[in-house]
């Protein structure tokens, strides 16, 4: 009794864990991956660390106050700070200022400093975003090999019970006396290597499914299960003819590796208006309160002045402007100039390149979907065809009008149809829905 209330539990608990395991979607992968993902929240943090000396450069406008205090024990030879004359003697002396300084013009660099920063901080943005969308990518593409490996281990397993089939009407047919030893051995040889492509096949879904976890930052589980989705030729046939100029034209529009560059470059031409801004006069307003004590300073009685009396007395403010003018610096500040001038040029060349490589990569896109779904066609056709060889050849096998050999190339060349037409199948699938993205279709739920 107790066994089998043993035996009881032990089932309910695989049951509640076979039944409790999650089966993922495409979606919920790539959330679950964007959320956890090391390198996009490194680059969150650079994009938080833009954002506040973005901010940092508007408060820039405001004017600095500084304050000053200093108390001092003098002995020796020291300056009378009432008198100005060297005297000896020991005493004490404190004084204190606050000063007030306000930028009037610089070159206008601070105001093309903010707008500098401004543009770095969304470029910080689209790099985040960027990263978002190759990281999907990365999960997409190790998503569809799970279902690639899945289909070939569930096509492996289809040709292994055919061998075990045949092995099994051999076995009787050797019994019955009708087929010899020899062909028993040729069944039982074909049926063992079916079972070693399921095993090969089993270990590169294990193996993809590895780096679909390892993609996701699923630390915690060693297995991931993926929803089953309903087959359907019109997953594979809703692309149409796609022109590379109105797909890019499209891409170009909102790709962030894109809109990045171009960020960058509006912050290199604020960058060179800013160190311009070196070359020209600049004008401050100050500003500043300032008194002092000291032991030295004495009354009629020769009594020193009391500390509030003397702050009192030697309180002094005033109120200025300053103007600096750069002749040489040693030519530094249009060296700066010069190579800022060059940081824009290159900035404008990386833009080009990162153009060119977005209408490269849609050219590919373009061409692959024409040749996959060309290929795809064709592939059918040839599912149907060796499907049908080998109903023949099965037949055939079967009346022993050919043998086991040639029974076991009809199935090989059925099953690698099969598994071409499975490739060729998820590959298009793959390629449509890169070429949906980059028309602009939200095939990714990134936020």
């Known amino acids: 009794m107790k066994f089998k209330i043993y035996i009881s539990v032990v089932f309910f608990i695989l049951a509640a864990k076979m039944f409790s395991q999650k089966a993922w979607t495409l979606d919920e992968c790539v959330s679950y991956a964007v959320e956890n993902n090391l390198q996009v929240k490194n680059l969150s943090y650079t994009k938080d660390n833009n954002r506040e000396s973005y901010r940092q450069s508007v408060r820039n406008l405001l004017p600095n106050f500084s304050g000053f205090s200093q108390y001092r024990y003098n002995t020796g030879l020291n300056e009378d700070p009432s008198t100005g004359v060297f005297v000896n003697q020991e005493f004490n002396s404190f004084n204190y200022s606050v000063n007030a300084n306000l930028d009037i013009f610089q070159g206008f660099q601070k105001l093309n400093s903010i707008k500098a920063a401004k543009f770095i901080y969304e470029a910080a943005k689209e790099d985040v975003l960027q990263e978002k969308f190759l990281l999907a990518f990365r999960v997409m593409s190790a998503y569809y090999d799970i279902k690639f490996n899945e289909g070939l281990v569930a096509n492996s397993l289809e040709q292994q019970d055919i061998s075990q089939t045949n092995y099994d009407m051999v076995q ?228 022993g009008l050919i043998n086991a050999l040639e029974l076991f190339q009809a199935k090989n060349l059925y099953g690698t149809a099969q598994n071409e037409n499975l490739q060729v199948r998820l590959r298009l699938k793959v390629n449509e829905s890169t070429i949906d993205f980059y028309s602009g279709l939200p095939i990714f739920n990134i936020n």
């Open 172 to 399: 009787r047919q050797v019994e019955l006396g009708v087929m010899a030893e020899a062909d028993l051995v040729e069944a039982e040889s074909n049926l063992l290597s079916d079972k070693l492509l399921v095993t090969q096949n089993r270990n590169l879904l294990a193996l993809s499914k590895l780096t679909l976890l390892q993609e996701m930052n699923l630390t915690e589980e060693s297995d991931i299960e993926l929803q089953i989705e309903e087959a359907s030729e019109n997953d594979v046939e809703g692309s149409g003819t796609v022109e590379v100029d109105s797909l890019y034209t499209a891409a170009k529009g909102f790709i962030p590796v894109i809109k990045s560059q171009e960020y960058l470059v509006k912050a290199a031409k604020k960058q060179l208006n800013a160190t311009r801004g070196n070359l020209y006069p600049s004008l401050s307003m100050i500003a500043g309160l300032e008194s002092r004590y000291s032991e030295t300073t004495l009354d009629d009685n020769d009594v020193p002045v009391p500390f509030s009396d003397q702050l009192n007395d030697n309180f002094s403010r005033f109120i200025g402007a300053q103007i600096i003018v750069p002749i040489t610096n040693g030519w530094s500040s249009r060296s700066q100039v010069k190579q800022q001038k060059i940081a824009l040029l290159q900035a404008e060349n990386n833009l080009d390149i990162q153009e060119q490589a977005l209408f490269q990569l849609v050219q590919q896109l373009v061409q692959t979907n024409n040749a996959l779904v060309a290929e795809y066609e064709q592939s059918n056709k040839r599912v149907e065809s060796q499907g049908l060889a080998f109903q023949i050849a099965q037949k055939r096998y079967e009346k």
